[in-house]
């Protein structure tokens, strides 16, 4: 049971009861600008695919679907699609609204992973809050140095209450952080002011040079917080998925 519950979290329970309203299986990764959503991504599939680039004016919504051969396409606010030669081309382009990245997922074959950046300002359309609300699992990335600010309190608090169950907290950058006792102010606050929004926080060390080689290396895959996303992510959405097909079938 959630700590903290209080009366207008039960009414907006019971106002919005959980109902799936698309067939897909979806892993939302959400966050404000350059808080680490793709390294987050990068972590979970073992593979360093997005570019993780400070210097990125694009942003548009990035979804990851099954394909045995890799492919790129995208989507403009008007609705026009082309598909380019490399990501990196793609992500240059600010009028981008959505990128289709489809590529062998492994064990998350039916799964769709989708990259949400969020304005400090809140801004998000509907259409996008209606993904995310409908999502099986979504991690929100936020920077260990400056963790839950208020501004992503009032985001998240925007999300229907029943996402709270699936959701973890992402803390990126901990590498970055100097001592053990930093570590563990952190912790203690983030238990205090986030926790009643996530059922699980997971430290993340993804820096670039530590996710190229997650992919051979288990420890350092570990030590990326990637090991933990995918266990998690197993159990709330490969499992599930792998039930509902099993019970239609
Ligand atoms: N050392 C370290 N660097 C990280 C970590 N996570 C992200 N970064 C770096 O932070 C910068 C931003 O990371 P991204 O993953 O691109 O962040 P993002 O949220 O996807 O950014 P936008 O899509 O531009 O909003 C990059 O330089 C990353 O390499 C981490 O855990 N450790
Ligand atoms: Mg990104």
């Not at 404000?32 to 990068?42: L, Y």
């Not at 359309?125 to 699992?137: E, F, G, Q, T």
């Not at 051979?216 to 998690?232: F, K, M, N, Q, V």
Request: aromatic share 4%.
């Amino acid at each position: 049971m959630k700590q903290n519950f209080s009366l207008q979290d039960l009414v907006d329970e019971i106002d919005s009861p959980r109902t799936k309203r698309s067939g897909a299986w979806r892993i939302v990764v959400a966050g404000e600008f350059e808080s680490g959503k793709s390294s987050v991504v990068n972590a979970l599939l073992r593979l360093p695919i997005l570019p993780c680039n400070p210097g990125l004016i694009a942003r548009p919504i990035i979804k990851i679907a099954h394909a045995p051969q890799p492919s790129i396409g995208t989507e403009d606010r008007t609705g026009r699609s082309f598909q380019p030669s490399s990501l990196n081309e793609v992500l240059e382009n600010d009028l981008l609204e959505t990128v289709h990245l489809r590529m062998p997922l492994g064990d998350l074959q039916g799964v769709e992973i989708v990259e949400v950046p969020f304005h400090h300002d809140g801004g998000i359309s509907k259409r996008n809050l209606d993904m995310i609300a409908d999502a099986d699992l979504i991690i929100w990335v936020t920077i260990a140095s400056q963790a839950w600010r208020l501004s992503e309190q009032a985001l998240v608090e925007g999300l229907p209450y029943h996402t709270r169950e699936r959701s973890i907290l992402a803390i990126s950058r901990a590498d970055k952080l100097k001592t053990a006792d930093d570590l563990d102010k952190i912790e203690t606050r983030l238990q205090t002011d986030a926790s009643r929004f996530f059922s699980e926080i997971v430290f993340m060390q993804a820096s670039t040079e530590n996710l190229n080689k997650a992919a051979t290396d288990t420890r350092i895959w570990e030590e990326t917080g990637g090991a933990a996303l995918s266990s998690i992510a197993h159990e709330l959405v490969v499992m599930p998925m792998k039930a509902a097909k099993t019970a239609a079938e």
